[in-house]
């Protein structure tokens, strides 16, 4: 699976956005996406912002961005999307999003993309 970010960019504090993952390639093995973020502070660490499952299309939001932030699947279009509202100046970051499918072993896979900065201003 390849995975392509876009919509990232820089918005004032109190704003919105909406990322988007495309994914391509074996889109149909995919069982879970989501979001990551790593902020640009030296030492930082990535952090799981939203996720979603294939079936049943359960969500999960890390709780700094719960109530502002919604994750999105569009099946037929095979994207992702993350609509952040209300945006802060700590949700300045990398957004990389990610897909989990099974190998042919059924191992898991994970498939990164190549990130998208979003910077919000004070």
């Known amino acids: 699976v390849q995975l392509v970010e876009s919509g990232g960019g820089l918005v004032q504090a109190g704003g919105s956005l909406k990322l988007s993952c495309a994914a391509s390639?074996?889109?149909?093995?995919?069982?879970?996406m989501g979001w990551y973020r790593q902020a640009p502070i030296p030492g930082s660490q990535r952090e799981l912002v939203?996720?979603?499952?294939?079936?049943?299309?359960?969500?999960d939001y890390a709780d700094s961005v719960k109530g502002r932030f919604i994750i999105s699947r569009d099946n037929a279009k095979n994207t992702m999307y993350l609509q952040m509202n209300s945006l802060k100046p700590e949700d300045t970051a990398v957004y990389y999003c990610?897909?989990?499918?099974?190998?042919?072993?059924?191992?898991?896979?994970?498939?990164w993309g190549q990130g998208t900065r979003v910077t919000v201003s004070s």
């Open positions: 939203a996720a979603t499952t294939s079936v049943g299309g359960n969500t």
């Open positions: 990610y897909a989990d499918e099974y190998g042919s072993s059924w191992e898991p896979l994970r498939s």
């Open positions: 390639g074996s889109t149909f093995s995919i069982y879970a």
